[in-house]
């Protein structure tokens, strides 16, 4: 390593550079060998040589600091002479030093290319007292007797010892010489009375004499013992390489004691421990070349690392998982009701069967991590389990042994993770699953679902039963209707809905904007995200029933402002409503229901998605035909069924909503629903069909605030549809101010949140009149049987 070049400091009397030490104390009257290294301590060193100068020896706090400060460094150090310096061939400066005495720090000089300090000296001026003296007769007795148990003392040590008469400078002779942790050292050197420091040293040097007796009356005693084993493990060596020489492995048997062991350990059943056994005693009569004896090996392995035994249960406090949930999730007050209700049943019967609950929701609402925090609110290990894609049994059962490359399924994979029997486990993605040539592996599920089956749960592979009872198997879920219905019936169904703009901006401030600074290297005084950017983002480039978009989203915002703290040096950014333009281009979203529903013919509808709710807009024309209903949009059959019937029941209305019955004559009806790339599919868009069909031959337009959703029957009657929840926070996000819903309906509001329900106003429906006249109105005059074909 290079040398710094410092130049020379003339240091007034109470100034002293110093050497701050990761592991060593220096004390007074003692010679020590240390090895610098660090820029400064360099310097220090150099300074010193120039001017034939002391440096302080000083112990620092944090072994780990590289740079410590006031705070980091002893009070307490020790004034050293450099008696020699010497620099290795790799460059590495070694010194000896003598301490001299000691000083106190008093503050850090800045200014030097070195660490400089102002220190007091503290000087040992008292006269030793008869009872100090007695002390150290003692102390050289003790000192003397230790050189003795310890091998390969130097005798010069201890005619130094001997001939030391100074109680102060034997103190400090005799605590360098001890084997105790630095900082019981450091607390030698800062214990200014002298008798004080006697004691403590003759403290420390009695037991470590104890000790060292100890060690070698069990050093004697054990000794031929020793000597047989080291007889015994040469003979084994011996045999090992003579086996070695013959071609014969001579780790076999060291397997199948491991094995053995492990077995022991395991903590298995009675029964089961019976059958491993009788499997262990195959694989000892079997060769190690034998294809079998891998396969064999690697199911004890298996077998011996599973959990089989319960470990203790964890109390449960209730006012802890309340914490939890409210510090790791916002909102969704009637799922974590559910969950604290979940534990409490837990706590008042541990031994109980728990129920098996499922997540129901959109992407990114937070299902799998509130499975995390049940397993930190029950104190137990998590682990998850993804089924997404998972089209074989036996990826849930396990393979059988016979096969090649076989090994045990998920479920046991999971447990041997998580290394405990009452583990949390998720099945994450439950509805993901798909059925094959290979079985259907939901099948699987019901018996690993079911409390009254899952004692005695058999894995392909272990071919033994293993109690998953302790298991609390928590499900995820995007869509509940593509899970099997025996499946679906052994779980408790949780819905989580999306989250309203409201509870998307607090997840924001308090969860997603400082876990993105946090990644993306920055700190909260050098990005500010405002709360009007937050909002925007929200608004405007992201539309989804979860936040993982919205998280994208901050985070492009967070590398934007790396980019220019890293480029620029710029202290703090501040990003603003109108800085993202720049950052994330024109916003991806527009609230466009106003200008598509200002012509007569277009009707806003809701639609519920597997990822939440969302709008839609239901078109309608009318051109010269012979009378056909074209239908545009990828469309599924049951929304096809509810164009025809809406059309139907325009017509058959045509009287009640003055339409001129010639108007029908000629004409083809074109139904456009747009994002025709889309498949759309579902019962619910028939008021929205037939409003905007009402609409079109009415001349009426929709008002642009108003959203619908409903089936009609060919007699008027509106009909009740499901997912209101999602539509409604669908409408809410797309700034709907009124909403029709089926009057069957209205029971399903409870659910929605009170943000949302607050701020839209609904309109329940019985019939397709109510519709009319809630979406269009009272018709002023007839409709003109001029109305303009396109």
């Not at 302080?56 to 310096?85: K, M, N, Y």
């Not at 998580?418 to 939901?442: F, Q, W, Y």
């Not at 480039?541 to 901050?554: N, S």
Request: with cysteine; net charge negative.
């Amino acid at each position: 390593m290079e040398q710094p070049a410092v130049t020379k400091f003339e240091l007034p009397d109470d100034v002293i550079a110093l050497i701050p030490m990761r592991n060593v104390v220096l004390f007074p009257h003692v010679l020590m060998p240390i090895t610098v290294g660090r820029i400064k301590s360099l310097a220090t060193v150099e300074h010193a040589l120039q001017l034939n100068s002391s440096i302080g020896i000083v112990l620092q706090r944090d072994a780990a600091a590289d740079d410590p400060g006031l705070d980091e460094l002893c009070s307490i150090g020790t004034v050293a002479r450099i008696v020699r310096h010497i620099t290795s061939a790799d460059g590495t400066q070694h010194i000896v030093c003598q301490g001299v005495e000691r000083f106190q720090i008093e503050a850090l000089i800045e200014g030097y290319p070195f660490l400089a300090a102002r220190i007091s000296y503290i000087e040992d001026t008292s006269q030793p007292s008869t009872q100090a003296e007695a002390l150290a007769v003692q102390l050289r007795e003790r000192a003397t007797e230790i050189l003795s148990l310890l091998p390969g003392i130097p005798a010069e040590l201890g005619h130094a010892l001997q001939t030391t008469r100074a109680p102060a400078q034997l103190a400090d002779i005799t605590a360098s010489l001890l084997d105790t942790e630095v900082n019981e050292k450091q607390v030698l050197l800062e214990t200014i009375n002298l008798e004080e420091r006697l004691q403590k040293v003759l403290k420390v040097l009695s037991h470590r004499i104890e000790v060292l007796r100890l060690s070698k009356e069990i050093s004697e005693r054990t000794k031929e013992q020793m000597e047989d084993r080291e007889r015994k493990y040469l003979l084994r060596e011996q045999l090992k390489a003579i086996q070695k020489e013959l071609g014969e492995n001579g780790d076999h048997d060291q397997e199948i004691a491991q094995l053995n062991e492990a077995i022991t350990k395991a903590g298995m059943p009675a029964e089961i421990e019976t059958q491993v056994r009788k499997e262990l005693q195959r694989l000892q009569r079997m060769p190690s070349a034998s294809g079998e004896y891998s396969m064999l090996h690697t199911y004890l392995e298996w077998m011996t690392e599973l959990p089989w035994r319960l470990p203790e249960d964890t109390p449960i406090d209730l006012n802890i998982a309340r914490a939890v949930l409210e510090a790791d999730h916002f909102g969704l007050e009637r799922v974590k009701q559910r969950i604290i209700e979940f534990l409490a049943v837990q706590k008042l019967k541990p031994q109980g069967r728990a129920p098996i609950l499922c997540f129901v929701g959109p992407p990114g609402v937070g299902k799998t991590s509130l499975g995390q925090s049940i397993a930190r609110a029950l104190q137990r290990p998590f682990v998850r389990v993804s089924l997404g894609g998972i089209h074989d049994e036996a990826e849930m059962r396990g393979h059988r042994r016979t096969y090649v490359g076989a090994m045990p399924g998920n479920i046991v994979q999971g447990l041997r993770k998580a290394g405990a029997r009452n583990c949390v486990m998720m099945l994450d993605e439950i509805d993901k699953m798909t059925v094959s040539a290979h079985g259907d592996p939901a099948a699987a599920l019901l018996e690993i679902l079911d409390p009254e089956q899952n004692s005695t749960f058999r894995d392909n592979y272990l071919g033994v039963p293993f109690d998953l009872s302790r298991v609390i198997f928590i499900a995820t879920a995007n869509v509940i209707d593509q899970v099997s219905p025996p499946v679906r019936d052994r779980m408790e169904i949780i819905d989580l809905p999306g989250y309203t703009r409201e509870e998307k901006l607090q997840i924001g401030l308090r969860y997603l904007v400082q876990r993105q600074r946090e990644a993306n290297g920055l700190r909260e005084d050098q990005c500010e995200l405002t709360v009007e950017a937050l909002d925007s983002l929200i608004a405007n480039y992201t539309r989804e029933a979860g936040v993982r978009q919205l998280e994208r989203e901050i985070g492009r915002v967070m590398r934007h402002t790396a980019l220019h703290i890293a480029e620029d040096a710029q202290l703090q950014v501040r990003i603003d409503a109108s800085d993202l333009d720049t950052i994330l281009g024109p916003a991806k979203y527009e609230h466009e229901v106003a200008s598509r529903t200002s012509l007569p013919g277009v009707a806003t509808g809701l639609a519920w998605t597997p990822v939440g709710g969302d709008i839609l807009f239901i078109e309608a024309t009318r051109v010269s035909g012979s009378g056909r209903l074209i239908l545009t949009g990828q469309l599924g059959d049951v929304m096809k069924e509810s164009a025809q019937a809406a059309l139907t029941l325009v017509k058959a209305r045509a009287h009640e909503l003055n339409i001129p019955a010639s108007m029908f004559d000629g004409i083809d009806v074109h139904l456009h629903v747009p994002a025709g790339a889309i498949p759309k599919d579902g019962p619910s868009a028939g008021v929205a069909m037939f409003i905007a069909l009402a609409s079109l031959f009415t001349n009426r337009p929709v008002h642009h605030e108003v959203a619908m959703t409903g089936e009609i029957s060919l007699r008027g009657l509106v009909l009740p549809v499901g997912g209101i929840k999602e539509k409604v926070l669908a409408a809410q996000r797309a700034g709907l101010r009124t909403v029709l819903l089926p009057a069957r309906n209205q029971k399903d509001l409870r659910d929605v949140p009170e943000t949302a329900k607050s701020a839209i106003q609904f309109i329940y429906l019985e019939t397709a009149d109510d519709a009319v006249q809630a979406a269009l109105g009272q018709a002023n005059h007839a409709a003109s049987a001029e109305f303009k074909l396109v």
